[in-house]
Antibody
Framework: EVQVLESGGGLVQPGGSLRLSCAAS????????MSWVRQAPGKGLQWVAS????????FHADSVKGRFTISRDNSKNMLFLQMNSLRTEDTAIYYC??????????????WGQGTLVTVSS | SYVLTHPPSVSVAPGKTARITCDGH??????VHWYQQKPGQAPVLVMY???DRPSGIPERFSASSSGNTATLDIDRVEAGDEADYYC???????????FGGGTKLTVL
């Protein structure tokens, strides 16, 4: 069974840093691209970042580019999101998701339960 | 950046067909995916690659796309279908994933 489990969320002050982790199991992790998607309280889904499975190529949303960095450790089946210079508008539930990538498209076929990040003074 | 627009809400009586739309420029030329999210839960993929269903998703769910509009149809709606629904595409020009703002489906 495919499982992804996020951890690392919490309360952080504006300008602070936080590192989210996602533990994957039940599939060949290194074959799959992975992503982070967030959801602010009462709002819709917002893509944050993606990383390919093989060459580690990364993509980041404009709203987090230069502040957040997605990475992975294929030897440990782990996905990470390093978040720096956090802002109040980064407050959200952060979901780890497994990507399905086919030539002309990308979608998310498995999701974790999410970890809450609250940025507040 | 590419924008996808949903109606904020759709209401339907049990047993009827719910139609949830998603609008975007030349959306019919893109590949659209759909997610269901119930309160307090993670999103679940319900349709992918325009009109394919993941295992476990009922045949009552179907999707189509043409022109500037993609549509998710839910036949014989049940109380358990009440949720937020999101469309999603991959914008090849920016290599960014884009979600619609979501539609809240209410079963009367």
């Amino acid at each position: 069974e495919v499982q992804v489990l996020e951890s690392g969320g919490g309360l952080v002050q504006p300008g602070g840093s936080l590192r989210l982790s996602c533990a994957a199991s039940g599939f060949n992790f290194h074959f799959y691209a992975m992503s982070w998607v967030r959801q602010a309280p009462g709002k819709g889904l917002q893509w944050v970042a993606s990383i390919s499975g093989s060459d580690g190529r990364t993509f980041h949303a404009d709203s987090v580019k230069g502040r957040f960095t997605i990475s992975r450790d294929n030897s440990k089946n782990m996905l990470f999101l390093q978040m720096n210079s956090l802002r109040t508008e980064d407050t959200a539930i952060y979901y780890c998701a497994r990507d399905a990538v086919v030539a002309a498209s990308r979608w998310f076929d498995s999701w974790g339960q999410g970890t809450l990040v609250t940025v507040s003074s | 950046s590419y924008v996808l627009t949903h109606p904020p809400s759709v209401s339907v009586a049990p047993g009827k067909t719910a139609r949830i739309t998603c609008d975007g420029h030349n959306l019919g030329n893109k590949i659209v995916h759909w997610y269901q999210q119930k309160p307090g839960q993670a999103p679940v993929l319900v349709m992918y690659y325009d009109n394919d269903r993941p295992s476990g998703i009922p045949e009552r769910f179907s999707a189509s796309s043409s022109g500037n509009t993609a549509t998710l149809d839910i036949d014989r709606v049940e109380a358990g279908d009440e949720a937020d629904y999101y469309c999603q595409v991959w914008d090849r020009s920016t290599e960014h994933v884009v979600f619609g703002g979501g539609t809240k489906l209410t079963v009367l």
